[in-house]
Nanobody, 121 residues
Framework: QVQLVESGGGLVQPGGSLRLSCAAS????????MAWYRQAPGKQRDLVAS???????NYADSVKGRFTISRDNAKKTVYLQMNSLKPEDTAVYYC???????????????WGQGTQVSVSS
């Protein structure tokens, strides 16, 4: 079994910064793509940023230049550094990862429980 646990969410003022972390644990053989999604009230869950095992990144246009996704493979952790936060960034942020479990063949997709990010004055 695999677990993804997010942390680092909170309440910040516009223009502030937060760093989200997502640590994977369990019988993990390898981790391929990792990503951050977010879901605002009344809206669908959208991709915020993704990163491959090789470090290639992709960002939603709305966060490009403000957010940075990174990963520490040794710690099995993906991060999302969020700068210049806007009220529109308010959402529950979810960690997502494609993971190969020990012994088993192939990748499975996993979600974290989400962490609330609120941006307001």
């Amino acid at each position: 079994q695999v677990q993804l646990v997010e942390s680092g969410g909170g309440l910040v003022q516009p223009g502030g910064s937060l760093r989200l972390s997502c640590a994977a644990s369990g019988r993990i053989f390898s981790i391929n793509n990792m990503a951050w999604y977010r879901q605002a009230p009344g809206k669908q869950r959208d991709l915020v940023a993704s990163i491959t095992s090789g470090g290639f990144t992709n960002y939603a246009d709305s966060v490009k230049g403000r957010f940075t996704i990174s990963r520490d493979n040794a710690k099995k952790t993906v991060y999302l550094q969020m700068n210049s936060l806007k009220p529109e960034d308010t959402a529950v942020y979810y960690c997502n990862a494609d993971i190969s479990v020990m012994v088993a063949r192939g990748l499975s997709n996993y979600w974290g429980q989400g962490t609330q990010v609120s941006v307001s004055s």
